[in-house]
């Protein structure tokens, strides 16, 4: 059975960094692609980028360029996804989501990890 | 980037109604478009694939249609554990974008 299991919440003062991980088990890792979700409270959901491990090649959203690095460990088969120069607007819960290599919906998540960014 | 509009942004219904949300892209998709539900607290849940196809272990009162910029999502029979917001989302371009969401209630 595949699970995608997160680290816990975070409270971030602004202009810090979080790092959030994603850990995979079950299945064949080298077979995925790790996304990453957030949702603000009460808001909808808002792509921040993805992973292809095997490739070590990521794709971010435009909006993040510049402040977000996903990457991924291989022998861990953890991913992760770094957020710099936090502000309050970054408040939300950030989920990983698998996709299967050449496939593009979202089949397993995580539990959400909150981050919280305030002074 | 391509945006997504879902509709209605909320709908009111009984146990055992027929629903269909519609999504609609800026631009031609193809069927490169996803349906998902999130319960309150919980992360989303994959339902239909490439606009028709359901997922594994999905009932199949859940079903979805549509190509090119225009979609639907029904729900033909409603269940208690149905009432939650369903999200359309599509892969055709990077960004990947998802519709705002319609939130499903209890009437």
């Known amino acids: 059975q595949i699970q995608l299991v997160q680290s816990g919440a975070e409270v971030k003062k602004p202009e810090s960094s979080v790092k959030v991980s994603c850990k995979a088990s079950g299945g064949n890792f080298n077979n995925y692609v790790i996304n990453w979700v957030r949702q603000a409270p009460g808001q909808g959901l808002e792509w921040v980028g993805k992973i292809i491990p095997i490739l070590a090649m990521p794709t971010y959203a435009q909006i993040f360029q510049g402040r977000v690095t996903i990457y991924a460990d291989k022998p861990t088969t953890t991913a992760y996804m770094e957020l710099s120069n936090l502000t309050s607007k970054d408040t939300a819960v950030y989920y990983c989501?698998?996709?299967?290599?050449?496939?593009?919906?979202?089949?397993?998540w995580g539990q959400g990890a909150l981050v919280t960014v305030s002074s | 980037d391509i945006q997504m509009t879902q509709s209605p942004s909320s709908l009111s219904a009984s146990v055992g109604d027929r629903v269909t949300i519609t999504c609609q892209a800026s631009?031609?998709?193809?069927?490169?478009l996803n349906w998902y539900q999130q319960k309150p607290g919980k992360a989303p849940k994959l339902l239909i694939y490439?606009?028709?196809n359901l997922e594994t272990g999905v009932p199949s009162r859940f079903s979805g249609g549509g190509s090119g910029t225009d979609f639907t999502f029904t729900i033909s029979g409603l269940q208690p554990e149905d009432f939650a917001t369903y999200y359309c989302q599509q892969f055709d371009n990077v960004p990947i974008t998802f519709g705002q969401g319609t939130r499903l209630e209890l009437k």
């Open positions: 490439d606009a028709s």
């Open positions: 989501a698998r996709s299967l290599s050449g496939t593009y919906h979202f089949d397993n």
């Open positions: 631009q031609d998709i193809t069927n490169y």
